[in-house]
Structure formats: C-alpha cells, structure tokens
C-alpha cells in the first residue's frame, strides 16, 4: 500500500482491518480456546439457543457467554437469529468444530493452553536462534510430552489423522506403490496412509512403525490383515524392507537428526529400495499460509523448519542419499529418493 493510497484512502475501517489482522491472533485463538474448552458448538448442534441457557449449561456468566457469542458471530464461527436477538444458532464451520466435526480436535489441540504456554517465548527463540517451546512447558524434547500428558498425545494422534484424511483423495491412486513387496510407514502412528496404501495394493505387505507410546495410545489405530504395527525408534533401526514412506517426519527434525533418520532406514533398505517422502516443499516466493505456519510451529515445538527443494537436496545429499523425482500430483508434497549408488 504506497503512501498516496495511504492518504487517499485512509479509514477508520482500514485502520482496524489492518490491526486486527496482525494483533488479534492471540486474543482470537484464547477466545477459541474457551468455545473448544466448554463445547460450546455441540449446544448448538441440536437449534438455536439463548445465550442464557448456555450460560447455565456450562456454568460461566451469561453476559460473558453473550459477548463470547457475538464475538464469533462476528467471526463467522455462530449466527444470531435477528428476530430473536440473544438467540444464536450454528454454521457449518461451528459445526465442524463440534463433537462429530472434523476439526473438533484440530480446534482443541491448536489453541491448547500447552500450546499457548510453548508460545509465549517466540520472541526469545527468534533472539536466540532456537525454538524454545518444550522448554516452556518443562521438557527438553516435544516427544516427551506424550509420555507424561496422555490426553494431549490422543489430541495429537486424532489431529494427524484428520491431516492424513484430508490428504488421502490427493495421494490415492496418485503413486503405484505395486512394484514393492513390504512398505514400512516411519512414524506412521494412526497407520491411515499405509492402511490405504493396502486397500489399493493388493500384493503389498504393510508395517506402521512408531514409538511404543503412540502405537499403546487409546486412539484406533487403521487395522489391515496386511498390515502389523511395530512399536520402535527411528535413531536405532527400522525393519527391513523395499519400500519406506514417512509422511510430516523429517519437517519435526533438525537437518543433523533428519540425516541420522535416513541413515538409519538406510541400514534397513534392500537392494533398489526407495523412500517416498510426503512433506510439505517449500517455493519462494509463492508461499502458502499454512505452510509458513506450520514451519514456525515446527520451529518453536521441535527445532526444525519446512524446507525449500534446495534445502532437501541439501538435505538428502548429506545423508547420502539422491532426489529421484518430485510427484507433482501430491498436494501436500511427496519427493521419491534412494541411496546414492
Ligand atoms: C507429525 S507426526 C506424523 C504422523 C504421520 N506420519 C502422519 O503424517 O499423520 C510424527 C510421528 O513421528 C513419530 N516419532 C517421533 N519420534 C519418533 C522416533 N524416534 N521413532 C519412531 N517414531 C517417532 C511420532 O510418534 C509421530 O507419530
Ligand atoms: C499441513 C501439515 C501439518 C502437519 C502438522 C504436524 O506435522 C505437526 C507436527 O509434526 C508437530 Cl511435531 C507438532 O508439534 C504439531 Cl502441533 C504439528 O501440527
């Protein structure tokens, strides 16, 4: 915006737009907090309600309930009936936020207060040159917080198998995997993508690897008669096989530990096999919302980033491994590699 159309058009409404959009973010994901904490979308799945009667249903004021709501009317999350004012109604999106939506735990998980807690000291991990995260909540690694908050890991767990659902009509039929006898999926955890990987490839044998704490995890986990679930470590080994798939691993990792993973599931690989990395590819300068999101997020709760295609290459070339081919078709991002001869 160059300065003459800053004075010609200058606006009360400009102005709030423009503060909103880059100030609000906090405010707005602890008032989403509230509404994913107090379920508030499931008491509206059923009709309209007064505000009062929520009010009484989740035992918090009624006039914060009020202003709780019409913050979100604003935000197009609820709608009030204008004949009965006091009196709101869902939306589709509210609807997808409540407990049979899609986004129910994405929503939870997000706004957490652990999340807001791992994000209070962004600033000091850009000053610092380290995400600082964990360290806020008490914890050297993010991993480790499965082992002592079960409820946050089956949020986890739920939320990338939502992420993993959203990319399957993209990834189905979109590689012919049939040329492989066993696939294995490193930190596979909810085993959604091997799962149908299986239902496509009738010859293929299938193994979800993961830690022993996500594959004991409440959560379902995808059952296949071709497919086992093999609780292990990626930094110790991965089972022998021609084929491996890891799906948002290397992006939770900094290069020295992404260059390790490989190695290791080098050890493991047969003769000719490949590697199928479903990971998000960053192109300067098109870049898309969610994926910058997502590489500060990485930044702050594992000390890692989402890569440019250089930074992979520089990646794999390092591990001793070379890029094959770049899958177009994959949305989400997919790069086949092997071992250099
Ligand atoms: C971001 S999640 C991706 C899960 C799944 N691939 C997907 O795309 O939905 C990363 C996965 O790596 C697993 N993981 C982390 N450290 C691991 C390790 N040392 N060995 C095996 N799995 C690990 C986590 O348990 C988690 O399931
Ligand atoms: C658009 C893809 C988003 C994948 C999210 C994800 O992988 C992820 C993650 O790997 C870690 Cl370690 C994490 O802490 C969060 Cl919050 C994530 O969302």
């Not at 992404?258 to 050890?267: A, F």
Request: aromatic share 12%; with cysteine; glycine share 6%.
């Amino acid at each position: 915006m160059d300065s003459q159309q800053t004075i010609d058009s200058w606006n009360w409404d400009k102005a709030m737009n423009l503060v909103m959009t880059y100030v609000s973010g906090h405010l707005h994901s602890r008032m989403f907090n509230v509404v994913m904490k107090h379920s508030v979308c499931d008491y509206l799945e059923d009709g309209p309600k007064h505000y009062k009667e929520i009010a009484e249903a989740i035992n918090i004021n009624e006039n914060m309930v009020y202003r709780l709501l019409r913050y979100f009317t604003a935000n197009d999350l609820f709608a009030e009936d204008k004949d009965n004012l006091g009196t709101f109604m869902k939306t589709p999106v509210s609807s997808m936020f409540s407990k049979n939506g899609k986004l129910k735990s994405m929503g939870q998980r997000y706004t957490h207060d652990l999340h807001y807690k791992m994000f209070e000291t962004l600033p000091q991990s850009f000053e610092q040159n380290k995400g600082l995260g964990p360290k806020n909540v008490g914890f050297d690694h993010f991993w480790e917080i499965f082992d002592s908050d079960p409820a946050y890991k089956e949020l986890f767990n739920q939320t990338m198998q939502v992420y993993t659902e959203a990319a399957m009509s993209n990834i189905r039929g979109a590689i012919d995997f049939s040329s492989f006898n066993t696939i294995v999926d490193v930190g596979g955890n909810h085993g959604l993508l091997i799962g149908n990987i299986l239902e496509t490839h009738p010859t293929v044998n299938g193994i979800n690897f993961d830690l022993d704490v996500v594959l004991n995890a409440a959560t379902e986990k995808f059952q296949h008669e071709r497919l086992k679930h093999v609780p292990g470590n990626f930094f110790e080994s991965v089972p022998e096989a021609d084929c491996y798939i890891l799906k948002f691993i290397l992006h939770d990792w900094p290069t020295e530990d992404c260059v390790k993973i490989l190695q290791t599931i080098g050890k493991s690989m047969k003769p000719g096999a490949k590697i199928y990395l479903f990971e998000i590819i960053i192109e300067p300068p098109f870049y898309t919302k969610y994926s910058v999101y997502i590489d500060i997020l990485m930044m702050q709760m594992v000390n890692a980033k989402e890569r440019t295609l250089n930074e992979w290459n520089e990646l794999f070339d390092a591990a001793g491994f070379k890029l094959e081919k770049v899958v177009p078709e994959i949305k989400t991002g997919c790069m086949i590699i092997s071992k250099k001869d």
